[in-house]
């Protein structure tokens, strides 16, 4: 999600610079854009190299461990060399020496950029690599309703710690990486006006900006253009997500509750979360006859290359915001589904229940399909 929206995001920048206003150093200025996950080096699939875009970024992503993430990020790294940018491939996970290597590979690139992008500001790697650079222009692309809470606590003058992360301790990794949190933090905060230094956030999230952040509205127009309209199928399609992974929700409860809103809905079909464990989709698929899928791909591409359902339901979680704008001129139309708080796990955040109900209270052009009204758990 994160290297879709820098892709969003070098669209709409080369929209900006190729307008009447597009003068001064700024334009040519090179740009440094860091999500915290995969992809690898440069070069065109033919070994050529495509066409520039007028915002040419080079792309740095920090490789996990997670297979499923691996995957997708290599196709979206194909997508990004075929828009014309560079894009580096960073075993940064890879032994013990792998941070040494990946942060001196990085610096020198870090410390000639003008502009940085992160796609993941409660990235200890991401805050840890943002201490080595001076960039005076910093952007926040979307990582998801993760960004509601990054805006949330930057306002807020809080440190950056996750939503759903329980308990209010420290550990001793985050006392350790601390300094680098309170420095990502400070850089984060936009000088007073006249100041060296910008912040911008560039997001499709129902957010205000801090005073003196700019906030730029991602509308999916790249995605828009680059593909579809999609077919559309009479059945519906059900997103999942990996609230019981991290411990909010229960998995008895989540279960039941796809199987309810399978029969209610039509739904022949379940996107899987790339966080859903194996075991527990072999439970729902067991449970509901549904066609489990694991997309390959974000799910805005999914959906807009189709085919795709004529109602796609999800509970509380990115999709809800993004979808719309993805699918916008089509026929499809999204719905949510509330969290009941009888859901929770003993374990989930105080916060959690706020949070999930803002996801989706903010949520426009969806369908919002209430507990306690339309999904029984028996």
Same mark, same amino acid.
């Given at each position: 999600?994160?290297?879709?929206?820098?892709?969003?995001?070098?669209?709409?920048?080369?929209?900006?610079?190729?307008?009447?206003?597009?003068?001064?150093?700024?334009?040519?200025?090179?740009?440094?854009?860091?999500?915290?996950?995969?992809?690898?080096?440069?070069?065109?699939?033919?070994?050529?190299?495509?066409?520039?875009?007028?915002?040419?970024?080079?792309?740095?992503?920090?490789?996990?461990?997670?297979?499923?993430?691996?995957?997708?990020? +290599?196709?979206?790294?194909?997508?990004?060399?075929?828009?014309?940018?560079?894009?580096?491939?960073? !075993?940064?996970?890879?032994g013990p020496t792998a941070p040494l290597r990946t942060i001196g590979g990085l #610096?020198?690139?870090?410390?000639?950029?003008?502009?940085?992008?992160?796609?993941?500001?409660?990235?200890?790697?991401?805050?840890?690599?943002?201490?080595?650079?001076?960039?005076?222009?910093?952007?926040? @692309?979307?990582?998801?309703?993760?960004?509601?809470?990054?805006?949330?606590?930057?306002?807020?003058? !809080?440190?950056?710690?996750?939503?759903?992360?329980?308990?209010?301790?420290?550990?001793?990794?985050?006392?350790?990486?601390?300094?680098?949190s309170a420095t990502a933090r400070r850089r984060l905060t936009p000088r007073p006006?006249?100041? *060296?230094?910008?912040?911008? $956030?560039?997001?499709?999230?129902?957010?205000?900006?801090?005073?003196?952040?700019?906030? @730029?509205?991602?509308?999916?127009?790249?995605?828009? /253009?680059?593909?579809?309209?999609?077919?559309?199928?009479?059945?519906?399609?059900?997103?999942?997500?990996?609230?019981?992974?991290?411990?909010?929700?229960?998995?008895?409860?989540?279960?039941?509750?796809?199987?309810?809103?399978? *029969?209610?809905?039509?739904?022949? +079909?379940?996107?899987?979360? *790339?966080?859903?464990?194996?075991?527990?989709?072999?439970?729902?698929?067991?449970?509901?006859?549904?066609?489990?899928?694991?997309?390959?791909?974000?799910? !805005?591409?999914?959906?807009?290359?189709?085919?795709?359902?004529?109602?796609? @339901?999800?509970?509380?979680?990115?999709? $809800?915001?993004?979808?719309?704008?993805?699918?916008?001129?089509?026929?499809?139309?999204?719905?949510?589904?509330?969290?009941?708080?009888?859901?929770? #796990? /003993?374990?989930?955040?105080?916060?959690?229940?706020?949070?999930?109900?803002?996801?989706?209270?903010?949520?426009?052009?969806?369908?919002?399909?209430?507990?306690?009204?339309?999904?029984?758990?028996?």
């Open positions: 999600m994160q290297l879709l929206n820098v892709l969003e995001w070098a669209h709409a920048a080369s929209l900006e610079a190729t307008g009447p206003e597009a003068t001064g150093p700024e334009a040519d200025a090179p740009k440094a854009a860091a999500p915290d996950a995969d992809a690898p080096d440069g070069s065109a699939p033919d070994g050529g190299r495509p066409e520039r875009p007028a915002t040419e970024v080079t792309i740095v992503v920090l490789s996990p461990h997670d297979p499923m993430t691996r995957g997708q990020l +290599r196709r979206m790294a194909e997508l990004a060399r075929d828009e014309g940018h560079t894009v580096r491939w960073e !075993e940064a996970r890879g #610096t020198p690139l870090l410390r000639r950029a003008r502009r940085i992008v992160i796609g993941d500001p409660f990235s200890r790697y991401v805050q840890l690599l943002l201490a080595l650079t001076g960039a005076p222009d910093l952007v926040v @692309v979307d990582d998801g309703t993760a960004t509601m809470e990054f805006i949330s606590q930057l306002a807020r003058g !809080e440190r950056l710690v996750r939503w759903h992360r329980s308990g209010g301790g420290r550990g001793a990794r985050d006392l350790v990486f601390a300094p680098f006006e006249g100041g *060296r230094r910008t912040v911008g $956030v560039f997001s499709s999230m129902p957010v205000e900006a801090p005073p003196g952040v700019r906030l @730029v509205r991602n509308d999916f127009a790249w995605t828009r /253009a680059r593909f579809g309209p999609p077919r559309v199928m009479g059945a519906a399609d059900i997103v999942g997500t990996s609230l019981v992974e991290t411990g909010v929700v229960d998995a008895d409860r989540y279960l039941a509750a796809v199987g309810t809103l399978a *029969r209610t809905h039509g739904a022949t +079909r379940y996107f899987a979360h *790339r966080r859903e464990s194996t075991d527990k989709l072999h439970r729902l698929a067991a449970a509901t006859g549904l066609e489990i899928v694991r997309p390959d791909l974000p799910l !805005e591409l999914i959906a807009r290359r189709g085919p795709v359902g004529r109602l796609i @339901v999800s509970f509380p979680s990115t999709v $809800v915001h993004t979808l719309p704008l993805a699918l916008a001129g089509t026929e499809v139309r999204v719905a949510v589904c509330d969290i009941d708080p009888e859901w929770l #796990t /003993a374990n989930a955040s105080p916060r959690a229940q706020g949070f999930l109900d803002g996801v989706t209270g903010t949520a426009r052009d969806v369908q919002r399909l209430p507990f306690g009204q339309r999904v029984a758990t028996g």
